[in-house]
Nanobody
Framework: QVQLVESGGGLVQAGGSLRLSCAAS????????MGWFRQAPGKEREFVAR????????YYADSVKGRFTISRDNAKNTVYLQMNSLKPEDTAVYYC???????????????WGQGTQVTVSS
């Protein structure tokens, strides 16, 4: 059984930064694609960023490009999301996801964390 545990969320003022972490169990972490998604109240879950198993390729939603950075440390079974220049519209529950073929859609990922709340005040 795979478990993903997010941490690092919180309350921050607009323009501030947060770094989310997602710790994964399981020996196959280094072979999985990892993604971050978010869901704001009353909205559908949306793609934020993803990283390939090697960390060699990263992809971002247009809304976060240039502000967020996804990275991974396979030795620590952890994926990160560095979020800079945060805006109130970034407020959401952020989820990490894992799977061998994860790309842009949430149904392409097999495992999910419980989510961590990010609130950006104006």
């Amino acid at each position: 059984q795979v478990q993903l545990v997010e941490s690092g969320g919180g309350l921050v003022q607009a323009g501030g930064s947060l770094r989310l972490s997602c710790a994964a169990s399981g020996s196959t972490f280094s072979s999985w694609a990892m993604g971050w998604f978010r869901q704001a109240p009353g909205k559908e879950r949306e793609f934020v960023a993803r990283i390939t198993w090697s960390g060699g390729n990263t992809y971002y939603a247009d809304s976060v490009k240039g502000r967020f950075t996804i990275s991974r440390d396979n030795a620590k079974n952890t994926v990160y999301l560095q979020m800079n220049s945060l805006k109130p519209e970034d407020t959401a529950v952020y989820y990490c996801a894992a799977g061998p073929t994860g790309r842009w859609q949430s149904n392409e990922y097999d495992y999910w964390g419980q989510g961590t709340q990010v609130t950006v005040s104006s």
